[in-house]
């Protein structure tokens, strides 16, 4: 079992910035891959951002050039940092993992952009 805690998230102005991190109760280096995920009020949740283990990234086309997802294996963590935000951007971010055929979530985290 691998729990995954988010932090970083938070209340910023229009056009501001957040990173937030997700820190995995193991070792990051075998998953296939890590992402962020978010879900607003009345919405399914989507995909932000994906990093897969060769480092390939993948990111929504309303994030592109804004947000960036980064990985650090010494700390077993996983960024996501979030430039120029709009108040659509306000949800609630989960950090996501696949470890073979299993897949983890994290309890999520708030982010309010306010204009």
């Known amino acids: 079992q691998v729990q995954l805690v988010e932090s970083g998230g938070g209340l910023v102005q229009t056009g501001g910035s957040l990173r937030l991190s997700c820190a995995a109760s193991a070792s990051i280096f075998s998953f296939n891959a890590m992402g962020w995920y978010r879900q607003a009020p009345g919405k399914q949740r989507e995909l932000v951002a994906v990093?897969?283990?060769?480092?390939?990234?993948n990111y929504a086309d309303s994030v592109k050039g804004r947000f960036t997802v980064s990985r650090d294996y010494a700390k077993n963590t996983v960024y996501l940092q979030m430039n120029s935000l709009k108040p659509e951007d306000t949800a609630v971010y989960y950090c996501?993992?696949?470890?073979?055929?299993?897949?983890?979530w994290g309890q999520g985290t708030q982010v309010t952009a306010s204009s």
């Open positions: 996501n993992a696949r470890i073979s055929l299993h897949e983890y």
């Open positions: 990093i897969i283990r060769g480092g390939s990234t």
